[in-house]
């Protein structure tokens, strides 16, 4: 792969069993960016868990309401861009799963999982767009 | 990829076999199926093995949670078997190693329903 910039994107109608799609193909791009296996694990699952959170939570189902998914890496860092249709949610005060009294939901980790595992992350709302989560992982060479 | 589940009865306790990706959809739909299916059976001893578990979502750590409730509710165990290294970091990360019961050894994690 050469020094630039690799981008790639991707638009899915919101259903779940789109997932699987969104999957492979990251799992194909994390490949491309020369990762390893770890780094290929928790990307594809923080891809994963946001993507179902943007369908389920932000687009709320809506067949109709699209989530637009944008990879950029290259040899040093894997970036990924996920935007929902959605009306946005109180992401200032997100409950800590980890807290006693949260602890034996059965929902309420995919964030948290995201954020542990990857090195950048945010949240934030564009007004009539949606919702957009940025997160990424570099890619050190061991 | 799809999850299955077997179970299979050792002394007092039901283990189910589970291999494939607990995720949302299918994979925790299966799990909750077979704790149900064993919860019916008045099966209180479960022992779900996650040795063949390749992968699991935070669906499927919640679908694990609310089996682990749902059990206890009706009087019941249930406990976990041979993480893979992935599923016990998971598990480690979300704190949920503080409440499962969770064996490398299928006849010690029987011996532990005694």
Redesign the interface.
């Known amino acids: 792969m050469n020094s630039e910039d690799s981008v790639i994107e991707l638009k899915i109608q919101s259903s779940?069993e789109y997932?699987d799609v969104v999957e492979s193909l990251t799992n194909n791009l994390t490949v491309l960016a020369g990762c390893d296996p770890d780094q290929a694990?928790f990307i594809e699952?923080a891809v994963?868990?946001i993507v179902?959170n943007a369908i389920r939570h932000g687009n709320q189902m809506d067949f109709d309401k699209t989530v637009q998914v944008h990879y950029r890496f290259n040899s040093e860092r894997f970036a990924v861009e996920v935007l929902d249709q959605g009306n946005g949610f109180d992401f200032d005060h997100l409950p800590d799963?980890?807290n006693p009294e949260n602890?034996?939901?059965?929902?309420g980790?995919?964030i948290?999982?995201v954020r542990?595992f990857m090195d950048d992350f945010s949240l934030n709302y564009i007004p009539h767009q949606g919702t957009e989560v940025k997160f990424a992982k570099k890619l050190s060479r061991s | 990829m799809s999850m299955t589940a077997t179970t299979r009865k050792v002394e007092a306790v039901s283990i189910v076999d589970l291999s494939g990706r607990i995720t949302i959809g299918e994979g925790t739909v299966v799990l909750k199926e077979a704790v149900r299916n064993l919860l019916g059976k008045h099966e209180m001893n479960i022992l779900l093995n996650l040795g063949d578990v390749s992968y699991i979502d935070s669906s499927g750590i919640g679908e694990l949670v609310s089996s682990f409730t749902t059990v206890g509710k009706q009087g019941g165990k249930l406990k976990l078997l041979s993480l893979t290294k992935k599923v016990h970091d998971l598990l480690s990360i979300t704190k949920l190693l503080t409440v499962f019961e969770v064996f490398d050894d299928e006849v010690k994690a029987i011996r532990s329903f005694v």
């Open positions: 779940l997932t694990y699952m994963r868990e179902v799963p980890c602890l034996m939901k059965s929902s980790r995919g948290f999982l542990s």
